[in-house]
């Protein structure tokens, strides 16, 4: 019970960051607009309930993908870092608090007031649906909403992954940063230059098993097969993206949730191995 204790503090006071809470109301404006757009679109359909939720869904999940992120490390990378450059990391385990529980705690806690943030936004943007289209389907939006929070754990996770593994909250940011270029700029870059090494071209009418797979494995796009498997929707997975009907199995939509697991564990795994060995 002991990591449990550590995340009630640390969620108590995480949730006052005034960055925290500008950050959610940016995710909230983001919603209201994407209920706006929403129904807007579900005019051009005769069922206004699930398809409206659905058209929702697709119009929130770029600018989710993109902001819970930023929230999400923003949250995270001075968690452990933070503490041990003020000193008081020291006296948390000075307390009956493991080194792995502190973490894990931390992880908890900071994945609580990302969700607080990921919930808020998303209500908003449920009742200006309401409010646009006057229904919804709210098995659909709980789906999403819980995905969305499951992608927010997992870049938690790598925050405080960083956290655990650096001495400083500089390094711990630079870390943070490094993570958004990769997997918003790199990644998809790095791809496109292996699809021309390899195969000659950067547009191939059938993508090869690797290409897909590769894409396939960043946790952004495991949030979109997240996505698509629970709705049961294509649009957001890869077999929409390059039109086929055959997948590897990495790149299955229900798939995504074992990729979203994996990226959660790993970095939790490597700071907990790191910071199990530093001095304070």
Same mark, same amino acid.
């Given at each position: 019970m002991s990591a449990i204790t550590v995340a009630k503090k640390?969620?108590?006071? &995480?949730?006052? $960051?005034? !960055?925290?809470?500008?950050l959610t109301v940016l995710f909230a404006l983001f919603t209201v607009g994407g209920a706006a757009l929403a129904s807007w679109l579900s005019e051009l359909s005769d069922d206004a309930s699930a398809q409206s939720t659905i058209e929702l869904?697709?119009?929130l999940q770029a600018p989710a993908g993109f902001l819970v992120p930023i929230i999400a490390l923003i949250v995270g990378y001075g968690a452990i870092a933070g503490e041990r450059e003020s000193g008081s990391l020291k006296f948390l385990l000075g307390l009956p608090h493991r080194r792995r529980d502190v973490v894990l705690g931390k992880v908890l806690g900071r994945t609580g007031v990302v969700a607080v943030s990921i919930f808020v936004g998303f209500t908003i943007g449920l009742l200006g649906l309401f409010a646009f289209v006057g229904s919804v389907s709210l098995t659909d939006y709980v789906a999403f909403t819980a995905v969305t929070i499951l992608f927010g754990? !997992? @870049? !938690?996770a790598i925050g405080v992954g960083l956290s655990a593994m650096t001495r400083s909250t500089t390094r711990a940011a630079v870390g943070a940063l490094s993570v958004v270029i990769l997997f918003k700029v790199l990644w998809g870059t790095a791809g496109t230059?292996?699809? @021309? !090494?390899?195969?000659? &071209?950067?547009?191939?009418? $059938?993508?090869?098993d690797w290409y897909l797979v590769y894409n396939a494995i960043s946790p952004d796009a495991a949030y979109g097969s997240a996505i698509g498997a629970v709705l049961s929707r294509s649009d957001p997975t890869l077999? $929409?993206? @390059?039109?086929i009907s $055959?997948?590897?199995?990495?790149a299955e939509p229900w798939f995504g949730f074992v990729i979203l697991a994996i990226w959660a564990a790993v970095p939790i795994g490597?700071?907990?191995w790191r910071f199990d060995y530093v001095d304070l």
């Amino acid at each position: 019970m002991s990591a449990i204790t550590v995340a009630k503090k640390d969620f108590r006071d &995480a949730i006052r $960051s005034r !960055v925290l809470i500008g950050l959610t109301v940016l995710f909230a404006l983001f919603t209201v607009g994407g209920a706006a757009l929403a129904s807007w679109l579900s005019e051009l359909s005769d069922d206004a309930s699930a398809q409206s939720t659905i058209e929702l869904v697709l119009t929130l999940q770029a600018p989710a993908g993109f902001l819970v992120p930023i929230i999400a490390l923003i949250v995270g990378y001075g968690a452990i870092a933070g503490e041990r450059e003020s000193g008081s990391l020291k006296f948390l385990l000075g307390l009956p608090h493991r080194r792995r529980d502190v973490v894990l705690g931390k992880v908890l806690g900071r994945t609580g007031v990302v969700a607080v943030s990921i919930f808020v936004g998303f209500t908003i943007g449920l009742l200006g649906l309401f409010a646009f289209v006057g229904s919804v389907s709210l098995t659909d939006y709980v789906a999403f909403t819980a995905v969305t929070i499951l992608f927010g754990l !997992v @870049y !938690v996770a790598i925050g405080v992954g960083l956290s655990a593994m650096t001495r400083s909250t500089t390094r711990a940011a630079v870390g943070a940063l490094s993570v958004v270029i990769l997997f918003k700029v790199l990644w998809g870059t790095a791809g496109t230059i292996l699809l @021309y !090494v390899i195969e000659g &071209a950067f547009l191939v009418e $059938s993508p090869p098993d690797w290409y897909l797979v590769y894409n396939a494995i960043s946790p952004d796009a495991a949030y979109g097969s997240a996505i698509g498997a629970v709705l049961s929707r294509s649009d957001p997975t890869l077999a $929409s993206a @390059y039109d086929i009907s $055959s997948l590897p199995l990495v790149a299955e939509p229900w798939f995504g949730f074992v990729i979203l697991a994996i990226w959660a564990a790993v970095p939790i795994g490597l700071g907990l191995w790191r910071f199990d060995y530093v001095d304070l």
